[in-house]
């Protein structure tokens, strides 16, 4: 297994851009998750998918962020206009409900910096 | 709402000493405890979790007891090794998916 697939591992970029951060689930998972690490406010969840529908955004920033899931293998999430406080590591966790286990598989993160 | 408090870091060992890091949660319910490892440059791996009051959880050498009555779900280690420096997370379950953590433990161990 493959584990979940991030790309890209680090991206720099200048304030006012658009960004874009892929990843790729665990195959048969049917949960997607979208966390932010920084040294301020440690891991916050942003959003979350089950079977590729958004359930909730309430951790999403601001307006400036969009997160997509067009398909079970496949989800995006986008800055625009990127500024210098979007900096962080933004991770991407799967899971497969039911069963015995709720655990969340982690990516190895996109370490983003914005100047 | 639920929340996780973990020991402030860094914390620094030296090799084959004994290890705890403490956590402590606020809850409604009966969440499932987590903690998880992330080693520099990686993702977060789960370490170890136990679901219900009283259940100890264990792997590679680490224990932690999900203790109702004092809230807590302390992480211990009886001898470490240089290859368990790395930040450690307790986490907590909220509702069905949501997971909340602590802020983090950087825990370096000195050969």
């Known amino acids: 297994d493959a584990g979940v697939i991030q790309s890209p591992r680090h991206e720099v970029t200048e304030m006012g851009q658009e960004v874009t951060l892929r990843c790729k689930p665990i195959?048969?998972?049917?949960?997607l998750f979208w966390y932010r690490q920084t040294m301020m406010r440690g891991l916050e969840l942003l959003i979350y998918?089950?079977?590729?529908?958004?359930?909730?955004d309430s951790g999403m920033p601001e307006d400036r962020f969009s997160a997509k899931m067009p398909n079970a293998s496949f989800s995006t999430l986008k800055i625009q206009p990127s500024e210098p406080r979007d900096s962080a590591v933004y991770f991407c966790?799967?899971?497969?409900?039911?069963?015995?286990?709720?655990?969340?598989?982690f990516g190895p993160g996109t370490r983003l910096t914005v100047l | 709402g639920n929340s996780v408090t973990q020991m402030e870091g860094p914390v620094t060992l030296s090799e084959e000493a004994f290890l705890t890091i403490n956590c402590t949660y606020t809850?409604?319910?009966?969440?499932?405890l987590f903690w998880y490892v992330q080693y520099p440059g990686e993702g977060l791996q789960l370490l170890l979790k136990?679901?219900?009051?009283?259940d100890k959880g264990s792997n590679k050498g680490f224990e932690a007891t999900y203790r109702k009555e004092t809230t807590s779900f302390h992480l211990e280690k009886g001898s470490v090794q240089v290859s368990d420096s790395a930040v450690y997370f307790c986490?907590?379950?909220?509702?069905?998916?949501?997971?909340?953590f602590g802020q983090g433990t950087r825990l370096t161990i000195n050969p």
């Open positions: 986490a907590l379950n909220q509702g069905a998916q949501k997971l909340v």
């Open positions: 809850a409604t319910g009966y969440p499932s």
């Open positions: 195959s048969g998972h049917d949960y």
């Open positions: 966790a799967s899971r497969l409900s039911g069963g015995k286990t709720d655990t969340q598989y």
């Open positions: 136990a679901t219900k009051a009283d």
């Open positions: 998918f089950n079977n590729n529908v958004p359930i909730d």
